[in-house]
């Protein structure tokens, strides 16, 4: 029996949202885990009792502290009763197969490397989200964990990212790109260059070469290899000028009687270009290359995105995720 | 008279379209200036013959060799007769006031600092493109030129785009931001800490703070600086998010009979969110920082954008921007 840690407390829309993903999971045959709500116990209850469902696949544990958005990364370490810190325990003592959280990245990702630990070979933990491209989606590592990277740790996100995608996403022999300022092997800064000679040398990976921030939606490559500062850039950027596109488009459709009749006749087109772009319900973002399944999700997700979530944790959890990639670093 | 040098022979469109853009500006009034046209000779001439223009107004400079888009920036080193070299040669020995090429970025930031010269106290020059927002346009500063950047260059970047803002674009005390991963203070690489250290020093800016990518597209900094890497991620995700959106649009209103009636429908709403983000016409991206005016237009411009940046160089060379930039540092 699979066992899902869920931080109740972390995010915006904690418990309420949390705890209302964690129901409609359960209602769903795709579902087989039993989850673990961390947080007050005594304000899990009162959320629960809005609610029918299996009492033998919720079970509760009491943590009385809580890290929030505003606390700094650090507060892993001095917020120990924090639902965040004792769901991490249970995933580092086995209690669980992983946790989801939506609470702070900083002290997850801090959390996730300290508690839970890295893997053997393993430099630098990766978070790994998917971005939506013209073929589906590519796997973005690294999406938020390290903002100083060196060469040798996005050579490391190249070859969990791979796992990732073969394991996961069942892409065959998956394309890996280096976010670069030109497809020429000479071009990008000191970082990229070294990283491209460490990725051309790895006959392991599929390594494609360097990739222009313009060519990342075409998801030609399957897996974009970038430190965290410009993974951040890309991801928040997207979501910015996405959200502002909309907003405009939006603006033009209301403008009138005749945009408003228009509005009415593409009313199926715009669902589609929203559900292209609105990727949450495809769960989170794994924190990979550490000895267990930690995965973010956003900060201001609704019970949809808890909900993802777990059935993506229970589908790393089945496809032993952690074990494949610790293979690939035990060869070595 | 103004004088302002084009490089005819520089870019994918060259010099068709190099050419019309130019013969286009002339019959425009806003445009007083005389155009140098510089490549080969013949070339041009049999370009021209295709308008009716006031003779007095283009001159032709012969250049027989051409620096391509494969070339390596150092290309202005060896190829010394190119268009690119010669007109940049015309900067420097003040026989023009600016130079428009739609040619190799990297030869033509090499060139600018190497030929033309960089303005004394100035430590690197930077690419300041023009970004749509909410609010109008940002500056983006480094656009290009300085992939491994300093906290030191990110503060300069950040006083020259000050004075083109309040120079160019006539906005009072224009606000400074500094693109980061988190708003608060301690976030960010190593880079972005230090940069933000200098930035919240310096009294003469109007600095407010860390500006995450999301964030950018709301237009509250007037100027965004960063690292020519994240700069160039930024805009080229721009472009290739754009596009797709767009296109995914597309797809959508001519899906079947209905979709099309839409689209006729919202025909001008649909031309107003184009004009929104082709921005082209704006004109260029100034080198700045250097001692004359260097715009370099897209690679892959037309006359439209061609025009554009002959009416905004002498825009610039009317408003003394190059002496304006100086002054602010020969203060220090």
């Known amino acids: ?128 989200p998917l971005l939506p491209t013209k073929k589906g989606y590519s796997l973005l590592v690294d999406g938020g964990a390290n903002v100083d990277a060196k060469a040798e740790f996005l050579h490391q996100f190249a070859k969990i990212g791979s796992v990732y995608m073969e394991e996961c996403l069942k892409v065959k022999n998956p394309k890996v790109g280096l976010v670069n300022i030109g497809t020429e092997v000479e071009k990008g800064n000191q970082l990229t260059k070294e990283a491209f000679k460490l990725l051309s040398e790895d006959n392991n990976i599929n390594f494609i070469g360097n990739v222009e921030a313009r060519e990342i939606p075409s998801g030609d490559a399957d897996i974009i290899v970038c430190d965290a500062f410009v993974g951040n850039v890309i991801l928040k950027f997207m979501e910015g000028f996405g959200n502002w596109v909309f907003s405009i488009v939006k603006t033009e459709f209301t403008r009138n009687i005749k945009t408003k009749i228009a509005a009415l006749l593409m009313k199926k087109g715009l669902t589609n270009i929203k559900t292209k772009f609105y990727y949450n319900n495809k769960g989170g973002a794994p924190i990979l290359g550490i000895r267990g399944l930690v995965v973010k999700v956003h900060g201001n997700s609704k019970a949809e995105e808890v909900k993802g979530a777990i059935f993506q944790v229970e589908k790393f959890i089945r496809k032993d995720l952690v074990k494949k990639i610790s293979a690939k670093f035990e060869e070595e």
């Open 1 to 128: 029996m699979i066992k899902i840690a869920i931080d109740a407390m972390g995010g915006d829309n904690a418990p309420k949202e949390i705890i209302k993903g964690c129901i409609e999971a359960l209602e769903n045959e795709k579902c087989k885990a039993t989850l673990v709500l961390v947080g007050k116990e005594d304000v899990i209850k009162k959320e629960l009792q809005k609610y029918k469902f299996d009492q033998t696949r919720i079970e509760i544990k009491n943590a009385n502290d809580i890290i929030t958005m505003e606390d700094s990364f650090s507060a892993v370490r001095t917020k120990k009763e924090s639902s965040m810190c004792v769901g991490l325990h249970l995933v580092r003592d086995g209690e669980v197969k992983g946790i989801i959280s939506a609470g702070n990245s900083g002290a997850l990702v801090a959390g996730a490397t300290s508690i839970v630990g890295r893997l053997k070979g393993v430099k630098r933990p990766v978070i790994a």
